[in-house]
């Protein structure tokens, strides 16, 4: 599996810097990234690792100090005036009035705190206490002047007898005189903010004094260096320098920045689709939708024409991605193939409206009418359902697993099945021994195995020692048998019954073929015992002869008989052959013709004293069949002729073991 790299995958903060990783190989950063949804790894590519390229990098700042605030005081009065028993109000009609703050110098009559204003507004409105004393003196306003209302002014007055400009003219007023209990006029507007400090009495009244800054106080302050500009107050601004020193300013932060991160060697993940939810046997029990297989020994067979079709299923989980991976294993088939087929919910829906068959039928991929074999569902297998009456995922043009899961992303399994079409025709047919994926069925019987001892090896006649055999339970449908060990090491497959071995201790391993599953004894040994020391034959002079007899009428073969001298038979002691080919039988018949008969000893070792060729010539008979006159024998006894024969016979053969007396004599000297 690929190794992520910490340096791949960008910065890992750490209590004394972090590191940086740059130029990281894209195709190891994509790797890194992981699998696309729905994906996993189909293939690993080895990539040769690279050393690490770094270096250091700074960060610098530096206190500014900071500088003491700069200020003075300011303060503010009001003031009032003894009344002597009376108090005058006096109210003009006018847009001007006097309000609070600064001073109104008055002509004539000193100065009073406030000043006139134009609101712009057309009001009645009072003239202060302050203002009228400070015009009227102790005396205050004429009783001449006194009178007049709002409706009813008592005349007009120019303002600037108050201390007004010029500019605002005259004012309608009407006057009151009142007794003032207190002895004093009310307060008057508070006057400017002073740098000088007015002292209090009882008709001057100070507020209390403000503090104004004249330069604020700057405490002190962290800047940051950046490279090629102005320091900076912003930490996000502070530049990452190489330079591990920096005069007048103090380092705070370090970093390693990986140019290029050092690889390992590594492995990089190949990815393709893979199942999501993988297939999963619900139910052990399978059932029949339409009409059954039959059990035979050798699977399920499905037999054709069928209508309803011939379907046998069970109950399963998972999705169409999870069917990858699923086989099934026809032993024999003719025409139309089962298909493996899968019952799904196309959109995970568990009614009947939302149900589908998903058909994988081997003729779609690749099969030819008759194969056999393991079929196994791969991403790229085709399938299509009836759900689909045209385009991709219909019969006409079938789709792959992975394009099917896409056309349905939510599906849901229901059952996987084994189906041979309504199209299959009378005499057509499969046989199905075995299906996995789904959980793992074997449809044939289990095959019971038994070790089985071996053969010994047996001395040939030239004191060598011949093979013997290692023995089988040859049954060649359902079980194979290897043969391993001995003294050649061999590893063969058995292909009958027994096999021909030199002595020695050999392990037979047993499996299952078509599906079966075996019971009893899998593995054993079998020692093929060793004769040895074999005795070596007596070697013999063994006499040869290739006598011809001609054709007694026309249209017969004539007969060449070899091996027999004075009567015996040699023929299993000597090896003899018409113009080269072995001749297995003592007596055969020959067409007319010229012949070579040439010999050999059977044994190593062994003589011969007859000749090593004979010149065997086949005369066509000119006497017709039908001609042949009675031959008689001669003789005083119907039995004579045999008896003559056996006569003969014990003449050559007490002859031959005169001769053969003689050679083992000799061979012993």
């Known amino acids: 599996m690929l190794k992520k790299l910490l340096s791949a995958v960008g910065a890992l903060v750490l209590s004394a810097g972090f590191v940086v990783t740059t130029g990281v190989a894209s195709a190891e950063a994509a790797a890194v990234a992981g699998p696309p949804d729905g994906q996993c790894v189909v293939d690993v590519i080895h990539h040769p690792g690279v050393a690490e390229v770094s270096h250091e990098e700074y960060q610098y700042d530096k206190v500014i100090p900071g500088t003491a605030e700069v200020s003075h005081q300011e303060w503010r009065y009001r003031t009032r005036t003894v009344t002597y028993g009376y108090v005058e109000h006096k109210f003009i009609h006018s847009t001007w009035d006097f309000v609070s703050g600064g001073t109104t110098t008055i002509s004539g009559h000193g100065t009073v705190s406030g000043h006139w204003i134009n609101t712009g507004t057309l009001a009645w409105r009072a003239i202060p206490d ?17 009178g007049g209302s709002e409706s009813s002014p008592k005349g007009d007055v120019p303002l600037s007898a108050y201390g007004a400009p010029g500019s605002a003219g005259s004012a309608p007023y009407y006057a009151t005189k009142v007794l003032n209990p207190t002895g004093y006029t009310d307060w008057g507007p508070w006057s400017g903010y002073s740098t000088t400090q007015p002292t209090a009495s009882d008709t001057v009244q100070v507020d209390d004094p403000i503090t104004v800054i004249d330069t604020a106080a700057v405490p002190p302050y962290t800047v940051y260096y950046v490279d090629g500009g ?5 930490v996000g601004d502070a530049s990452w320098i190489t330079a591990s020193t920096l005069d007048g300013w103090t380092q705070f932060n370090e970093r390693k920045v990986v140019d290029s991160a050092a690889i390992d060697a590594w492995d990089e993940d190949v990815y393709g689709t893979c199942p999501s939810t993988p297939c999963v046997s619900q139910s052990g029990t399978w059932y029949t939708e339409d009409s059954a297989p039959t059990q035979e020994a050798d699977g399920l067979h499905f037999t054709g024409p069928s209508a309803p079709a011939v379907d046998w299923y069970h109950l399963v989980t998972g999705n169409i991605e999870g069917t990858v991976g699923s086989s099934y294993t026809i032993t024999s088939a003719s025409g139309y193939h089962a298909a493996l087929v899968y019952e799904f919910h196309r959109q995970g829906l568990a009614d009947f409206s939302d149900y589908a068959t998903l058909a994988i039928e081997p003729y779609l991929n690749g099969w030819a009418p008759g194969d056999t074999g393991t079929f196994t569902v791969t991403h790229s297998t085709l399938v299509w359902t009836s759900k689909i009456t045209s385009g991709l995922g219909s019969q006409g043009q079938p789709a792959t697993i992975d394009e099917m899961s896409a056309i349905f992303p939510s599906n849901t399994l229901i059952s996987q099945g084994l189906h041979l079409g309504t199209n299959s025709v009378d005499g057509q047919y499969t046989v199905v021994s075995a299906v996995t994926g789904c959980g793992d ?18 001395c040939n006649p030239d004191g060598s020692v011949a093979d013997g055999a290692v023995n089988v339970d040859w049954m060649p449908t359902s079980v194979e048998y290897t043969i391993t060990g001995g003294p050649g090491n061999v590893n063969i497959v058995a292909t009958g019954p027994s096999t021909a071995l030199p002595p020695g201790t050999y392990t037979v391993t047993a499996a299952p073929l078509n599906g079966h599953v075996l019971t009893g004894t899998t593995q ?28 007694t009428c026309t249209g017969h073969d004539g007969t060449l008989t070899v091996g027999v001298d004075f009567g015996v038979s ?8 018409l113009d080269g080919v ?5 007596t055969m018949s020959l067409a007319p013709g010229s012949y070579t008969v040439t010999t050999a000893p059977k044994f190593a070792g062994d003589g011969l004293t007859g000749p090593g060729t004979f010149s065997i010539t086949i005369t066509p008979s000119t006497v017709a069949c039908g001609d042949l006159k009675t031959l008689a024998l001669t003789g005083s006894s119907p039995n004579g002729a045999v008896e003559s024969g056996f006569g003969l016979l014990a003449a050559g053969l007490a002859l031959v073991a005169m001769r053969l007396a003689r050679r083992r004599r000799s061979l012993q000297h």
């Open 524 to 551: 054993w040994q079998e020692t093929i015992a060793d004769p040895s020391p074999c005795k070596l034959p007596t070697l013999v002079n063994w006499p040869t002869d290739a006598v011809a007899t001609q054709p």
């Open 582 to 586: 072995p001749i297995t039988s003592q």
């Open 130 to 146: 302050s203002v009228i004393n400070a015009v009227w003196g102790s005396g205050g306003i004429p009783d001449s002047l006194i």
């Open 441 to 458: 069925v074997s449809f044939v019987p289990p095959v019971p195995v038994a070790a089985d001892p071996g053969s010994a090896g047996t």
């Open 570 to 577: 040699f023929f299993d002691k000597v090896d003899y052959f």
């Open 230 to 234: 102005s320091p900076s107050t912003s």
